[in-house]
């Protein structure tokens, strides 16, 4: 039986990013039920960077992780992570007042943003429909994430270091020997000083697994569709659009248009499916706003955004059980934020200094204790 002083549970952007921060820190073993990893949440995101539109806490997250994407360390990705997009926030005229109350506080915060007459508006984006659009602005700080290439930077440093990452190994039982934790998986069993909970969606389900405390993390289904553009639009150029109340947000994607109703409805944990309703608001939104019609949806989608009762990530050792880790509800955030957390996990986990990052920004680490609940 192989003894780790931690075992991550869960392979997606969390645990990877976590795996890739502890290093040669400790021995460390990664294990992913699926055969894929980042199968559910990482792999169907839409993938936006934005400084702003967040709460107060995710977006000092944001800033922290900033320049990680901007700087990656020295052979972690052969491409940028950000590929600047730059977005549109856009309202109807029913919310004209309300979007000119909005533009105007988030002035206050940001210089850069450009206020766009309807014309101006076309000329970025020319399928939006002018009886539509009332009010427009600009902000160039939205980007794309180069997900692919985050993963495979934090699996492929994370195996440089000696992390032994595992599919195909669920832990299907678990029991503490008051040293360890002896996990049954799929193929064996594995001995664990400390376990971390970075199974998403299922993060309950696992601690109850191992007797631990559930704290209320409750997964969502988000829908997404991919549609053409009409000829002659150059997706490469076009900001991403979004709906001042967040009723949805569309934004290029491999050339196409990718289309989200920003459903966030609860849902069981597994590998969700995209429903009818949420397909056709998706379309609803896409005709409503702009000039388009939907004639054919190349593809439909769904995943799951994972949030505690305070909609904040949790992080930290168990209040119940000291060896248990939570690395939990990132929410439609992981992905945004995994350059933050995984550090600041690692540091709780091996009794580092924490980041300095964190108080320059004035985020307590113990802001995502899982013993706030």
């Given at each position: 039986?192989?003894?780790?002083?931690?075992?991550?549970?869960?392979?997606?952007?969390?645990?990877?990013?976590?795996?890739?921060?502890?290093?040669?820190?400790?021995?460390?073993?990664?294990?992913?039920?699926?055969?894929?990893?980042?199968?559910?949440?990482?792999?169907?995101?839409?993938?936006?960077?934005?400084?702003?539109?967040?709460?107060?806490?995710?977006?000092?997250?944001?800033?922290?992780?900033?320049?990680?994407?901007?700087?990656?360390?020295?052979?972690?990705?052969?491409?940028?992570?950000?590929?600047?997009?730059?977005?549109?926030?856009?309202?109807?005229?029913?919310?004209?007042?309300?979007?000119?109350?909005?533009?105007?506080?988030?002035?206050?915060?940001?210089?850069?943003?450009?206020?766009?007459?309807?014309?101006?508006?076309?000329?970025?984006?020319?399928?939006?429909?002018?009886?539509?659009?009332?009010?427009?602005?600009?902000?160039?700080?939205?980007?794309?994430?180069?997900?692919?290439?985050?993963?495979?930077?934090?699996?492929?440093?994370?195996?440089?270091?000696?992390?032994?990452?595992?599919?195909?190994?669920?832990?299907?039982?678990?029991?503490?020997?008051?040293?360890?934790?002896?996990?049954?998986?799929?193929?064996?069993?594995?001995?664990?000083?400390?376990?971390?909970?970075?199974?998403?969606?299922?993060?309950?389900?696992?601690?109850?697994?191992?007797?631990?405390?559930?704290?209320?993390?409750?997964?969502?289904?988000?829908?997404?569709?991919?549609?053409?553009?009409?000829?002659?639009?150059?997706?490469?150029?076009?900001?991403?659009?979004?709906?001042?109340?967040?009723?949805?947000?569309?934004?290029?994607?491999?050339?196409?248009?990718?289309?989200?109703?920003?459903?966030?409805?609860?849902?069981?944990?597994?590998?969700?499916?995209?429903?009818?309703?949420?397909?056709?608001?998706?379309?609803?939104?896409?005709?409503?706003?702009?000039?388009?019609?939907?004639?054919?949806?190349?593809?439909?989608?769904?995943?799951?955004?994972?949030?505690?009762?305070?909609?904040?990530?949790?992080?930290?050792?168990?209040?119940?059980?000291?060896?248990?880790?939570?690395?939990?509800?990132?929410?439609?955030y992981g992905i945004l934020s995994s350059p933050a957390l995984g550090a600041l996990a690692a540091s709780l986990l091996t009794g580092s200094d924490q980041p300095e990052v964190f108080a320059r920004q004035g985020l307590a680490p113990t802001t995502f204790s899982p013993r706030r609940f």
């Amino acid at each position: 039986m192989q003894t780790y002083d931690i075992a991550i549970l869960g392979g997606g952007i969390a645990g990877l990013s976590l795996a890739y921060f502890l290093g040669a820190d400790r021995s460390v073993v990664v294990l992913e039920r699926e055969e894929n990893l980042g199968y559910h949440s990482t792999g169907r995101s839409a993938a936006e960077f934005v400084l702003r539109y967040n709460s107060p806490e995710v977006c000092k997250l944001a800033a922290i992780s900033r320049d990680f994407f901007d700087r990656p360390p020295e052979g972690f990705t052969d491409v940028p992570l950000l590929v600047p997009r730059g977005g549109l926030m856009i309202a109807n005229a029913e919310k004209l007042e309300r979007f000119e109350a909005h533009f105007a506080a988030e002035r206050t915060k940001a210089d850069n943003l450009t206020r766009l007459s309807v014309e101006e508006s076309l000329v970025m984006v020319p399928i939006l429909d002018p009886a539509y659009v009332a009010g427009v602005y600009h902000d160039p700080e939205f980007w794309d994430i180069e997900v692919e290439s985050l993963l495979q930077g934090y699996v492929k440093g994370a195996r440089r270091a000696g992390v032994d990452i595992r599919q195909k190994a669920g832990v299907m039982s678990a029991r503490d020997d008051g040293r360890h934790w002896l996990l049954d998986t799929e193929g064996e069993t594995i001995a664990a000083r400390i376990v971390v909970n970075a199974t998403g969606g299922w993060a309950d389900p696992t601690a109850a697994l191992f007797g631990i405390a559930p704290i209320g993390v409750v997964p969502h289904r988000r829908t997404a569709i991919l549609v053409d553009l009409p000829d002659g639009v150059d997706a490469r150029t076009m900001p991403e659009i979004n709906e001042l109340d967040d009723e949805f947000y569309i934004k290029p994607d491999a050339g196409r248009l990718l289309v989200s109703p920003a459903d966030e409805t609860p849902c069981e944990p597994g590998d969700v499916q995209p429903e009818e309703i949420d397909v056709a608001w998706a379309a609803h939104h896409l005709e409503t706003a702009t000039t388009m019609e939907v004639r054919r949806i190349a593809k439909s989608w769904a995943g799951m955004r994972s949030f505690a009762p305070d909609r904040l990530p949790v992080i930290g050792p168990a209040s119940d059980h000291p060896r248990f880790f939570w690395l939990a509800g990132q929410g439609g955030y992981g992905i945004l934020s995994s350059p933050a957390l995984g550090a600041l996990a690692a540091s709780l986990l091996t009794g580092s200094d924490q980041p300095e990052v964190f108080a320059r920004q004035g985020l307590a680490p113990t802001t995502f204790s899982p013993r706030r609940f």
